[in-house]
Nanobody, 126 residues
Framework: VQLQASGGGLVQAGGSLRLSCAASGRTFSSYVMGWFRQAPGKEREFGAAISGYGASKAYAEDLVKGRFTIERDNAKNTVYLRMNSLKPEDTAAYYC???????????????????WGQGTQVTVSS
């Protein structure tokens, strides 16, 4: 699976962005998809994940506090991350990832994902 993330950019605090991650291959629905982010000098951290058909979703509530929404369109082999009420502390490189294993506690750990996109930069100005 190859993943291509896009949609990042520069936005003012309080603004919104929608990130997209397009996947290659015919078995997109068999993958749990996740979004992670990494700020300079910090570890990569979990943001959100969605199961293969979208029935289950998980968020890092301490980070996103209801501001982010993950969705997927299996017909388009694409997963999205809608981010509202952005804050300067949301500034980071955002990565999408695919996990071939089932929905479990592993979804929160970057080590449990098999494929990664190249990242898209989100910068929030104050």
């Amino acid at each position: 699976v190859q993943l291509q993330a896009s949609g990042g950019g520069l936005v003012q605090a309080g603004g919104s962005l929608r990130l997209s991650c397009a996947a290659s291959g015919r078995t997109f629905s068999s993958y749990v998809m996740g979004w992670f982010r990494q700020a300079p000098g910090k570890e990569r951290e979990f943001g959100a994940a969605i199961s293969g058909y979208g029935a289950s979703k998980a968020y890092a509530e301490d980070l996103v506090k209801g501001r982010f929404t993950i969705e997927r369109d299996n017909a388009k082999n694409t997963v999205y991350l809608r981010m509202n009420s952005l804050k300067p502390e949301d500034t980071a490189a955002y990565y999408c990832a695919a996990r071939s294993s089932s929905w479990s506690l592993g979804i929160f750990s970057p080590e449990q994902y098999d494929y990664w996109g190249q990242g898209t930069q989100v910068t929030v100005s104050s």
